[in-house]
């Protein structure tokens, strides 16, 4: 995609939004964006790509100390996960 149709749908962002949100109901995003960078090719699966990184037990503990102010239990899981997986996938941009 082109930085030029980024920019146009990210301002037809909103519009797009709403018309999934009415199609999907409570399944839709809660938030698009849109970014230059290559479409893949017709029919090409996402299995293709590589497997995220698994978090590490130090990643783990460290994304439990991010979420541990967190009251809400489900709430700090989600952000617990979403730390560690964060850290996994820093950790990993950082062997290439």
């Given at each position: 995609?082109?930085?030029?149709?980024?920019?146009?749908?990210?301002?037809?962002?909103?519009?797009i939004?709403?018309?999934?949100?009415?199609?999907?109901?409570?399944?839709?995003?809660?938030?698009?964006?849109?970014?230059?960078?290559?479409?893949?090719a017709?029919?090409?699966?996402?299995?293709?790509?590589?497997?995220?990184?698994?978090?590490?037990?130090?990643?783990?503990?460290?994304?439990?100390?991010?979420?541990?102010?967190?009251?809400?239990?489900?709430?700090?899981?989600?952000?617990?996960?979403?730390?560690?997986?964060?850290?996994?996938?820093?950790?990993?941009?950082?062997?290439?």
């Amino acid at each position: 995609m082109s930085a030029t149709w980024a920019f146009e749908l990210g301002h037809l962002g909103e519009e797009i939004q709403s018309k999934l949100a009415a199609q999907l109901g409570g399944g839709a995003p809660r938030a698009i964006r849109f970014a230059p960078g290559p479409v893949p090719a017709p029919g090409a699966s996402e299995e293709a790509s590589p497997p995220p990184p698994r978090p590490t037990e130090e990643d783990d503990r460290a994304a439990a100390a991010i979420a541990a102010a967190v009251g809400d239990d489900e709430l700090r899981e989600l952000i617990r996960r979403a730390a560690a997986a964060s850290l996994a996938g820093r950790r990993d941009d950082r062997s290439v």
